[in-house]
């Protein structure tokens, strides 16, 4: 109940502050080419659905095809840090350091190696994904319970066996936490991408708004980025919550045991 008291609070202040938009924008007379109104906004959005729609099925797909790539990625070179110390000690710090290089600074380098296709944008949005994956997943291994490791080094548990019966299990909410985070950077990671070079996508539609002066559309394009990184996140939140507690349950019915 309390959860559905505080969306409904937000759900308040956003009308709020797009009425006071609508209100200013009418009052002061704003040209729509410079700040439309929000009503303009929701009526261009209407109006243009039909040919926006596959621009954003084109960002789903990409988004998505790169939010996959990034967790397979992120997960298995956390995996792969965690249980080497010597690797971990050498890639660590260099991942870091390239959270400090800017993707659209890479952009240029991968169309020079890669061309226009597919593959550049899968980098990009690889890339913004892959850091928060593999942070999230690390602090997540290391957190593992000290006494639950000694009891399992009791019982004569292996290496690789700690890890799977017991780290990993324990880690899914950190990872979980990466992926949600990911999730919100793939659609903007995807849109910056088909900056770069596409035929469609919302990046594309973006472009062709700004070069024509149709402020409105931009707009609907930043709504429509905005409404499909809250679906990715909510989505994911809510395979958090099957996964987790199913988890937490089995745990707790274990200790009755």
Known sequence: MRQILMKGRSIIFIAFLLVIWEVIIRLANIPQWLLPAPSAIAVEGIHSLQTFMPHVLATIQLALLGLVIGIVCGLSVAVLLHRSATMRAFVYPILIVSQNVPVLVLAPLLIIWFGF???????????????PIVIAAMDGFRQTSPELKHYFAMIGATKRQTFWKLEWPFAYPSIFSGIKIAATYSVMGAVIAEWLGAKKGIGVYMTLAQSSFRTDRVFVAIFAIVLLSLLLFSSIRLLEKLLVKGRGSHAEHSRHI
């Open 117 to 131: 296709g597919l593959l550049p944008k899968l980098i990009i949005i690889c890339l913004v994904c892959f850091f």
